[in-house]
C-alpha cells in the first residue's frame, strides 16, 4: 500500500541508502513499520545509528498520519511501485523510493531538456540559458532544473514566460522555499508545471541534499544542457549521472581562461555535445520540428548593414566595439542596425552595450 510506502519515505533524517538496508532487512515497509522493537535494537547495535530515527518516528507518526498531513498541504506522493511512478526514473538502480511534488510531473510523451549551470553567472551566461529554454518550450519541450540562482532560474523563468512548462527537483521538502527569494518562482513552477523531491515535506535545504537531487533532475530529462560551470560544480555532477543514464549531454563552450567555463570546456573535450547555435541545438533534439522553424532571411527582411550585424552576433554576447570592428560599419550604422534588429526582436541587448542574438 501507498501509505506505508509513503510513511517509509516521510522518515525524517535517513536517505536512500539507509532505506535500501532497511528494505533488505525488512522486505516492505509494512514489515518495517510493524517490526519488533528488538528488531530494530538488534540493528541499531550492530552499527546502523541511524536506526534510533525510525524508532522515534514510529512513536510518532502512523502511516495514516503521514499522509494526512501531507495531504493537508495539497502535496501529492507517488511510490516507486505505481504505475504512474516517472517512467523516465523506474529503471535506474538508484532512483528514489517515492516522490513528493506539487503541481504535477514531466508528460512522459513530451522531450524533456534539464539546464543547469552556475549559480554566479555572467549575464552572457544567463541569456544563453533563456535563449535555449524559449528555443526548448517552441519547440514543444518542456524544461527541467533546480530552481536555484543563477543559470537554473533564468533558464525556468524564461520557460514559464514563453508560456511553456517548467519542473523543478529540489534539495529540500516541496512546502520549503529554498533559496526564500524564488518564492515567485515556486509559485509559478506549482501552477505551471511541478514542484518535486525526494525529501519529505518540512524537509529543510541542507548542501548535502543536492548532489542527491541531481541524479532526479538527468533522471527525468532525455537531454541535459550545462550552461557555465565552475571546476568543482554541482552542475558536472549532473552531467555525470546523465552520462551514467544513458542521457545525452550538452554544453555551452566559453573562453579557455574563463573560470566559469571549465566545467562545459572540460566536458565538450571528453565527448559532450557542443552547442554553438541554439537553433541547430534544437533541431537536433527535435528533428520533428525542423520544418516548422523559422529561417532568415525568409522571414523578416534585413538591409544588407542589418545582415552583416546579426550573421556578427552568436549565443555568447560582443560589445559595441567589437561589433563596430567586426563588420567595419560606422558607428552611427552599427547602431542603427542594432537598433533595428532589436525591434524585430532578433537580438537583445545583455548589458549596456552588449548584444547576444536570440532568435
Given at each position: 500500500?501507498?501509505?506505508?510506502w509513503e510513511w517509509f519515505c516521510s522518515i525524517p533524517g535517513i536517505y536512500r541508502t539507509q532505506r535500501e538496508i532497511l528494505l533488505h532487512c525488512f522486505h516492505t515497509p509494512e514489515k518495517l513499520w510493524n517490526a519488533t522493537g528488538e528488531e530494530l535494537v538488534y540493528l541499531r547495535?550492530?552499527?546502523?545509528?541511524?536506526?534510533?530515527?525510525?524508532?522515534?518516528?514510529?512513536?510518532?507518526?502512523?502511516?495514516?498520519?503521514?499522509?494526512?498531513?501531507?495531504?493537508?498541504?495539497?502535496?501529492?506522493?507517488?511510490?516507486?511501485?505505481?504505475?504512474?511512478?516517472?517512467?523516465?526514473?523506474?529503471?535506474?538502480?538508484?532512483?528514489?523510493?517515492?516522490?513528493?511534488?506539487?503541481?504535477?510531473?514531466?508528460?512522459?510523451d513530451v522531450r524533456t531538456v534539464a539546464i543547469v549551470g552556475a549559480r554566479v553567472c555572467t549575464p552572457g551566461g544567463r541569456t544563453a540559458a533563456e535563449t535555449i529554454a524559449r528555443e526548448v518550450i517552441r519547440a514543444g519541450g518542456v524544461v527541467v532544473s533546480g530552481a536555484a540562482?543563477?543559470?537554473?532560474?533564468?533558464?525556468?523563468?524564461?520557460?514559464?514566460?514563453?508560456?511553456?512548462?517548467?519542473?523543478?527537483?529540489?534539495?529540500?521538502?516541496?512546502?520549503?522555499?529554498?533559496?526564500?527569494?524564488?518564492?515567485?518562482?515556486?509559485?509559478?513552477?506549482?501552477?505551471?508545471?511541478?514542484?518535486?523531491?525526494?525529501?519529505?515535506?518540512?524537509?529543510?535545504?541542507?548542501?548535502?541534499?543536492?548532489?542527491?537531487?541531481?541524479?532526479?533532475?538527468?533522471?527525468?530529462?532525455?537531454?541535459?544542457?550545462?550552461?557555465?560551470?565552475?571546476?568543482?560544480?554541482?552542475?558536472?555532477?549532473?552531467?555525470?549521472?546523465?552520462?551514467?543514464?544513458?542521457?545525452?549531454?550538452?554544453?555551452?563552450?566559453?573562453?579557455?581562461?574563463?573560470?566559469?567555463?571549465?566545467?562545459?570546456?572540460?566536458?565538450?573535450?571528453?565527448?559532450?555535445?557542443?552547442?554553438?547555435?541554439?537553433?541547430?541545438?534544437?533541431?537536433?533534439?527535435?528533428?520533428?520540428?525542423?520544418?516548422?522553424?523559422?529561417?532568415?532571411?525568409?522571414?523578416?527582411?534585413?538591409?544588407?548593414?542589418?545582415?552583416?550585424?546579426?550573421?556578427?552576433?552568436?549565443?555568447?554576447?560582443?560589445?559595441?566595439?567589437?561589433?563596430?570592428?567586426?563588420?567595419?560599419?560606422?558607428?552611427?550604422?552599427?547602431?542603427?542596425?542594432?537598433?533595428?534588429?532589436?525591434?524585430?526582436?532578433?537580438?537583445?541587448?545583455?548589458?549596456?552595450?552588449?548584444?547576444?542574438?536570440?532568435?
Open positions: 500500500m501507498d501509505e506505508y547495535d550492530r552499527g546502523c545509528r541511524w536506526i534510533q530515527k525510525v524508532m522515534e518516528y514510529r512513536k510518532v507518526c502512523s502511516p495514516k498520519q503521514a499522509a494526512e498531513a501531507r495531504r493537508a498541504k495539497r502535496i501529492e506522493f507517488v511510490s516507486a511501485e505505481r504505475e504512474h511512478y516517472p517512467q523516465r526514473l523506474s529503471p535506474l538502480r538508484d532512483k528514489p523510493y517515492g516522490l513528493f511534488w506539487r503541481g504535477e510531473l514531466p508528460p512522459e540562482y543563477g543559470i537554473d532560474g533564468a533558464a525556468q523563468w524564461a520557460a514559464l514566460e514563453e508560456g511553456g512548462k517548467s519542473y523543478a527537483v529540489l534539495g529540500c521538502g516541496v512546502d520549503q522555499c529554498y533559496p526564500a527569494s524564488h518564492r515567485q518562482l515556486f509559485e509559478r513552477l506549482a501552477g505551471q508545471g511541478g514542484l518535486i523531491s525526494e525529501f519529505p515535506p518540512g524537509t529543510k535545504a541542507m548542501p548535502t541534499h543536492f548532489p542527491m537531487r541531481n541524479r532526479i533532475i538527468s533522471g527525468l530529462s532525455d537531454v541535459v544542457v550545462v550552461v557555465e560551470a565552475r571546476k568543482k560544480s554541482g552542475s558536472l555532477i549532473t552531467a555525470e549521472f546523465a552520462l551514467d543514464q544513458g542521457r545525452q549531454v550538452y554544453a555551452v563552450p566559453g573562453r579557455p581562461d574563463d573560470e566559469l567555463s571549465y566545467g562545459c570546456n572540460e566536458l565538450i573535450s571528453q565527448g559532450a555535445g557542443l552547442i554553438l547555435s541554439v537553433e541547430k541545438f534544437v533541431e537536433s533534439i527535435f528533428p520533428e520540428n525542423k520544418q516548422k522553424k523559422k529561417h532568415l532571411p525568409a522571414d523578416i527582411a534585413l538591409a544588407p548593414a542589418e545582415k552583416l550585424v546579426y550573421s556578427s552576433l552568436g549565443l555568447h554576447g560582443k560589445s559595441l566595439w567589437e561589433l563596430e570592428e567586426n563588420t567595419a560599419l560606422s558607428l552611427s550604422d552599427l547602431s542603427d542596425s542594432l537598433l533595428s534588429l532589436e525591434i524585430k526582436g532578433l537580438i537583445r541587448e545583455t548589458e549596456q552595450n552588449f548584444y547576444v542574438k536570440v532568435k
